[in-house]
């Protein structure tokens, strides 16, 4: 960022806690613009209330269009645009894929999916209109392998890979980034209150009953440092060539490379197979 450009804005979804509140925090300390956002603006008053003048909080559960109408509105409003989508707000659910509720799902995907593709679609066109921009979709490593016990969530995460695919091809005529950040296990909320969970009701799921149990008892534990993962999403963020993919923790960069391991020997494997699915060359 040069002196004689005013400092980027950017909108975050869920900064009451965890990656958001970290995020938000070191975007304010850096003298950027912000519209923080969460369901309970009043769990900004304190953040808001340190950093007088750049930061704009606003209602906003993501399952609602008209909230987010609203904050998208709000932060042009006062800041002109907005340089940095950071798509934050979400949950985890526990569960098996025999046992998943389906309220419990859809609740899940309404926020982690369909919210997300509504910010999205509520911020391109002022960035694409300004040929600048930056989307930052808060994944998980779980968007890029699924564990048992996670399967629904991964689902999300994974549905928001893809979408980030597609429009990374989409925008970058546009001058527009799309990074996905996906986390290991950190010290946030999500294996706390924000978690749901089913229990399993069929002996046998005991690695999907063994991941559920563990989720609930690293909390606190996990090695990843939010705080620094702040610092490095605002860096990456201003990069003017960032990362499609940013995998945080040495948990996320094991799980990201066996996954790659086992597709490569997987894709080696039945090449033959793979091949013969064509018609002849030249028919």
């Known amino acids: 960022m040069s002196h004689d450009q005013p400092p980027p804005v950017w909108l975050i979804t869920g900064c009451s806690t965890g990656f958001g509140r970290e995020l938000a925090t070191e975007v304010a300390q850096a003298g950027h613009r912000l519209c923080a956002t969460a369901r309970r603006p009043e769990d900004l008053d304190a953040l808001a209330d340190r950093y007088p003048g750049s930061i704009l909080t606003t209602a906003l559960d993501v399952t ?12 042009t409003a006062r800041f002109g645009r907005i340089d940095i989508l950071v798509n934050n707000a979400g949950f985890g659910y526990v569960s098996t894929v025999e046992d998943g509720d389906e309220r419990q799902i859809r609740a899940m995907f309404d926020t982690n999916v369909f919210g997300l593709f509504a910010l999205c679609r509520a ?63 950190f010290r946030t909320d999500f294996a706390g209150r924000s978690l749901k969970e089913t229990p399993v009701s069929a002996p046998g799921y ?5 991941r559920a149990t563990s989720i609930r ?3 606190g534990h996990q090695a990843g440092d939010p705080a620094k993962a702040a610092t490095i999403i605002r860096s990456i963020a201003l990069s003017a060539s960032p990362p499609r993919h940013l995998l945080l923790g040495r948990k996320a960069l094991e799980t990201a490379r066996e996954k790659i391991a086992r597709l490569a020997s997987d894709i080696d494997r039945f090449e033959s197979v793979t091949l013969s699915a064509d018609y002849p060359p030249g028919s």
């Open 123 to 185: 911020v391109i066109p002022g960035m694409r209109a300004r040929r600048h921009g930056h989307i930052i979709n808060i994944t998980s490593i779980a968007g890029l392998n699924g564990n048992p016990g996670t399967g629904y969530y991964a689902a999300t995460k994974h549905a928001v890979e893809g979408v980030s695919d597609a429009l990374m091809h989409e925008l970058t005529p546009f001058g527009i980034h799309v990074t996905c950040v996906e986390p290991g296990p």
């Open 64 to 75: 609602r269009q008209d909230q987010i109408e609203a904050a998208v509105a709000a932060a």
């Open 206 to 210: 005991d690695s999907a009953q063994q």
């Open 217 to 219: 008892a690293s909390s």
